[in-house]
T-cell receptor
């Protein structure tokens, strides 16, 4: 079974600084998808960034970028120029590719605090 | 369209009672998912619908849990004979036919006393 591990239960970053959240996963598949989701306090979960495993290029979305290391099964999220609104729980998630693969497997999350 | 709607937002019930949650997905989304999230954990997959067909169920979905999606629109998740261990946030999400990007609702929080 696939597993997703987020080894940092909590992280903090100074406003305007850069922070990196770690995620590792275990799979025997060669093709899959990886995601970072953000869950602000008492608000719904929203997609931050999505990576397709067959693509070598790391995904970026404005201030958010990933470092995808397929051989190491590592998928870290870098947040640049951190803002107060970035404070949230961040979940890394895995989804196998192919027909019949519908479920996301989530890590336990990293709580990010942004210090003004 | 206002996104994925879930109702009720919070339900408090006594052990042994039945509860039902409703999810209204984004209208163009034919895929619908239910997840359960307990405190300090990431969401855990419960079940998946494509249109009205329930295509996948987790082993977490015991026989006390049942989900439906009549006519491929809204979905309901019913929990019978609730137990204290059922206390959690129940999340619904939907996605369009050709892109595996989920839009989540705000969740329905269940407290079983």
């Amino acid at each position: 079974a696939q597993t997703v591990t987020q080894s940092q239960p909590e992280m903090s970053v100074q406003e305007a600084e850069t922070v990196t959240l770690s995620c590792t996963y275990d799979t025997s598949e060669s093709d899959y998808y990886l995601f970072w989701y953000k869950q602000p306090p008492s608000r719904q979960m929203i997609l931050v960034i999505r990576q397709e495993a067959y693509k070598q290029q790391n995904a970026t979305e404005n201030r958010f970028s990933v470092n995808f290391q397929k051989a190491a099964k590592s998928f870290s999220l870098k947040i640049s120029d951190s803002q107060l609104g970035d404070a949230a729980m961040y979940f890394c998630a895995y989804q196998a590719s192919g027909a019949g693969s519908y479920q996301l497997t989530f890590g336990k999350g990293t709580k990010l605090s942004v210090i003004p | 369209d206002t996104g994925v709607s879930q109702d009720p937002r919070h339900k408090i019930t006594k052990r042994g009672q039945n509860v039902t949650f409703r999810c209204d997905p984004i209208s163009e989304h034919n895929r619908l998912y239910w997840y359960r999230q307990t405190l300090g954990q990431g969401p855990e997959f419960l079940t998946y619908f494509q249109n009205e067909a329930q295509l996948e169920k987790s082993r977490l979905l015991s026989d006390r849990f049942s989900a439906e999606r009549p006519k491929g629109s809204f979905s309901t998740l019913e929990i019978q004979r609730t137990e204290q261990g059922d206390s959690a946030m129940y999340l619904c999400a939907s996605s369009p036919p050709t892109l595996n990007v989920l839009t989540f609702g705000a969740g329905s929080r269940l407290t079983v006393l």
